[in-house]
Structures are given as C-alpha cells and as structure tokens.
C-alpha cells in the first residue's frame, strides 16, 4: 500500500483555473469509484471537498471540480480565490477495507 | 450534525502506549465506520484504521502489529492505541467518521508527541 503521488506544489493567479494530479494504480485510483479530496488550512483538520470522484457535498463551492483518467484523478479549481489558498489531499479506496491517501499539494494563489 | 473531538496524553515516552478517545456528539456510532488518521508536523495525512459495528476492524498494513482501535457505543466514544511508540510516531492525530467512500466529519486534531 503506497501513497498516492500529488506534486508538491500548485499555482495560479485570482481568476485563473489550476489543476491538481492524485496519481495511483488500478488497485486505488483506477479501481474503484472511492476518490475524495480535502483542503486543509493551517492548523485545521482536513475539509471534503469532493467524494467519489466527481461529487461535490453540499456548500462547497462549483468551482471545485474532480475527475478521472485511467489511475490518475484530478481536482480543478476554478476562478482561483484568495481564499482557495490551502493544501489539498486525495484519497482512495485501496482494496482490503484499507485506505490510502496522497503525499499533498500546497496551493498558493499569486 | 455530528461532531467528534480527540483526548487523551499529549506526551507520551518511547516504548510506551499511546492511548485516545475520540467522543462523537450529534449522532449514535453504532452502524457507523469510525476512523483514526493521523499527521507528522508538516507532513501528509495517513490513515490508521477504522472500526464498524461492534468491533469489526482494520488496520493500515503498515501499522497492523501495533495499532488497536475499539468502540463504546453506550458512551459514544471509540479508540486508539499504539503500542512501542517511538518518536516517528509523534503527530497530529484525527478521528473522522466515514461518509459513503469518503472521511466527513473530522475532529479538530490533537498533538501528541513521543519524547522522553
């Protein structure tokens, strides 16, 4: 059970659009529908911004968007804010009622 | 809504057992997978193991022989404890409730650190 692999580090301008990569195999990511993402800011606990690949949970803004290519998911923010300023993890069902999550992307708006 | 707040030791020495409460509010934990997961400062998250339906459990491999997670439905609480801790093991440590494939809600955290 590996972590998954994000970059370190994402940027972007207010306004811009940026793209974050979780990348696993077909034992997490690819295989099942299990892929969720959190924001976490300084000195707070993680927040669900997407689940099951694509969902968004309610009262997180539609700027924020997942998909999936084969092993590899993605989070795209949209329309960047000050306030997107934050690190991201993915996760993913990893078989064997285990879990896996990704190494993180720090994310800073310019 | 439901709501979970971490306590326990925030020191504990090496080789010792690290132990932590995680008390759910707003909502029974029975039927329910409940989550440790945890943080080294400035570090990624990684998940410990979870519990379900009056002790069905599982452990991240990596930890397997020194991890035991347990629950008290008739306090709402369930538990963490690490055995032969060293100071790789000092963290952040969170409790999270499982929403369908994802962890929703999160407690708040709380450092623990291995030293003597």
């Known amino acids: 059970q590996s972590a998954l692999t994000q970059p370190p580090s994402a940027s972007g301008s207010p306004g811009q659009s940026v793209t974050i990569s979780c990348t696993g195999t077909s034992s997490d990511v690819g295989g099942y529908n299990s892929v969720s993402w959190y924001q976490q800011k300084p000195g707070k606990a993680p927040k669900l911004m997407i689940y099951e690949v694509t969902k968004r949970p309610s009262g997180v803004p539609d700027r924020f968007s997942g998909s999936r290519s084969g092993n590899t998911a993605s989070l795209t923010v949209s329309g960047l804010q000050a306030e997107d300023e934050a690190d991201y993890y993915c996760?993913?069902?990893?078989?064997?009622?285990?879990?896996?999550f990704g190494g993180g992307t720090k994310l800073t708006v310019l | 809504q439901v709501q979970l707040q971490e306590s326990g030791p925030r020191l504990v020495k090496p080789s010792e057992t690290l132990s932590l409460t995680c008390t759910v509010s707003g909502g029974s934990i029975s039927g329910y997978y409940w989550n440790w997961i945890r943080q080294p400062p400035g570090k990624g998250l990684e998940w410990i193991g979870f519990?379900?339906?009056?002790?069905?459990?599982s452990y991240n491999p990596a930890l397997k022989s020194r991890v035991t997670i347990s629950e008290d439905t008739s306090k709402n609480q369930f538990f963490l404890n690490l055995t032969s801790v060293t100071a790789a093991d000092t963290a952040i440590y969170f409790c999270?409730?499982?929403?369908?494939?994802?962890?929703?809600?999160w407690g708040q955290g709380t450092l623990v650190t291995v030293s003597s």
């Open positions: 999270a409730k499982h929403k369908g494939t994802a962890f929703d809600p």
């Open positions: 519990v379900y339906d009056r002790g069905t459990t």
């Open positions: 996760s993913s069902f990893a078989g064997s009622s285990s879990w896996v």
